[in-house]
């Protein structure tokens, strides 16, 4: 059965002002990017949240906390689009103020890529009756954002192998060995951080939607 917040209009104010910032921070990521390669592969994923939430606003509608972080994920993509995530200047900034030797941008996007996904997946597990129960709820979060994850790095492998020297931007490793083992592990900081953080707020959206 239908519920109220399934009736509700699917394109409302709150969907405009999320369509208006990202078209926004997407025309200004496109507009002379440091390298278009990276900007393309760096942008891709975020157009295709664009499109997913698109279609869930027709079909599923999502908490506005889902909404939201949807849209935070994408301007953290777009930003590293245009000045490649080893080169964003306010965290060179930062590298300069504490001494470190890498830009570490690329670590905030690692962290989102834990933090959306986790609310995302949580949302779609629940409301589909995936699985029972709140740990085994936690634990399918956890693992689907850490497979997510080293998908992702696989691509970049890839992106590499097929594309040369062409995908040095993108990958942004700034000579570190062991980037790709702390991508991820940002990756998992980021789910664990949405659980703890975001559980309550996230089931009162839920229990809103059904009544």
């Given at each position: ?88 200047p306010l965290f060179d900034t930062f590298r300069d103020w504490f001494g470190s030797t890498r830009n570490n941008y690329d670590k905030v996007g690692h962290f989102m890529q834990g933090f959306a996904p986790a609310v995302l ?91």
């Amino acid at each position: 059965m239908a519920t109220t917040a399934d009736r509700r209009p699917a394109i409302g104010y709150s969907q405009l002002i999320w369509l208006a910032i990202f078209v926004a921070v997407f025309i200004w990521s496109a507009i002379e990017p440091k390298d278009r390669f990276t900007w393309v592969l760096e942008v891709a994923p975020a157009v295709i949240g664009l499109a997913l939430m698109l279609v869930a606003w027709f079909r599923f509608p999502p908490t506005s906390l889902l909404t939201a972080l949807v849209l935070v994920h994408a301007v953290v993509l777009m930003v590293g689009g245009h000045y490649t995530y080893a080169e964003v200047p306010l965290f060179d900034t930062f590298r300069d103020w504490f001494g470190s030797t890498r830009n570490n941008y690329d670590k905030v996007g690692h962290f989102m890529q834990g933090f959306a996904p986790a609310v995302l997946a949580r949302e779609v597990m629940i409301r589909n009756h995936v699985v029972n129960g709140k740990y085994w709820t936690h634990l399918m979060v956890v693992s689907i954002c850490l497979a997510f994850s080293a998908f992702y790095e696989l691509l970049e492998w890839l992106a590499a192998e097929f594309t040369g020297d062409s995908a040095e931007a993108f990958l942004g490793t700034q000579g570190y060995v062991w980037d790709t083992q702390t991508d991820m592990a940002f990756a998992l900081l980021g789910a664990l951080a949405a659980l703890i953080l975001l559980t309550k707020l996230h089931d009162r959206q839920l229990d809103a939607l059904h009544n």
